[in-house]
């Protein structure tokens, strides 16, 4: 069966502070990888996706950056943290057709900048 | 672009029925999904629509009519664990059919 992790689950980080998130997909190969960030009480923003190996397709233009360096490690990155990324950062998998729209989500990594 | 809207809130109490509409606008339609959401997890998924009609799981039916861009989860014999946040979710055309664009979630109270 598939399995999604991430980590950390929590964190706390001052602004201007780096970022690293990161997120692992077993059980699946050549999935379609995404990150979202959610804010308290709103929904999902698709923040970038992957569809293989070093490529990464940016949706929303932000100090954010991502990287998938194997085929089921997703990273999210931040040279320098600002107020305004906070919020809950889920990592979701999906295999790449075109029957359903079926995502799954990871645990989620609640990030607070302080 | 995608946008959608539902309400923000709904209050029932258990063993009721509650209806959650969600009406949507796209560049390109390729199906209405459903997921849940329970505070401080992770959103999992519940049902897909391609097209019209009323599919059903258990306690939990979703309907979609593409001709009005509408759709809604329909969700009966309501307990206190279904208190959660429900969000629709259609295809991102911009980004080939391989993304989501939600809406905001409707946050619902289920009551004794």
């Known amino acids: 069966s598939q399995t999604i992790h991430q980590w950390p689950a929590t964190l706390v980080q001052p602004v201007g502070s780096p970022l690293s998130l990161e997120c692992t997909v077993e059980g699946t190969s050549n999935p379609n990888l995404y990150w979202y960030r959610q804010a308290a009480g709103r929904g999902l923003q698709l923040l970038f996706y992957s569809v293989g190996i070093g490529q990464i397709s940016s949706e929303v233009p932000q100090n954010l950056s991502a990287s998938r360096p194997q085929d089921r490690q997703f990273i999210l990155s931040s040279k320098k943290l600002l107020l305004s990324d906070s919020g809950f950062y889920l990592c979701?998998?999906?295999?790449?057709?075109?029957?359903?729209?079926?995502?799954?989500f990871g645990p989620g990594t609640r990030l607070t900048v302080l | 672009g995608q946008s959608l809207e539902q309400p923000s809130e709904v209050t029932a109490v258990e063993g009721a029925i509650v209806q959650i509409n969600c009406t949507y606008q796209?560049?390109?339609?390729?199906?209405l999904s459903w997921y849940q959401q329970h505070d401080g997890g992770a959103p999992t998924f519940l049902s897909y629509?391609?097209?019209?009609g009323l599919e059903e799981t258990g306690r939990f039916s979703s309907f979609l009519s593409r001709s009005d861009s509408y759709g809604y989860l329909l969700l009966q014999e309501l307990q206190m664990k279904d208190s959660a946040s429900y969000f629709c979710a259609v295809r991102d055309g911009h980004t080939g059919r391989r993304a989501l664009t939600f809406g905001s979630g409707t946050r619902l109270q289920v009551q004794p």
């Open positions: 979701a998998w999906k295999v790449d057709t075109y029957v359903a729209d079926t995502q799954y």
């Open positions: 796209t560049s390109g339609f390729y199906g």
């Open positions: 629509n391609a097209l019209d």
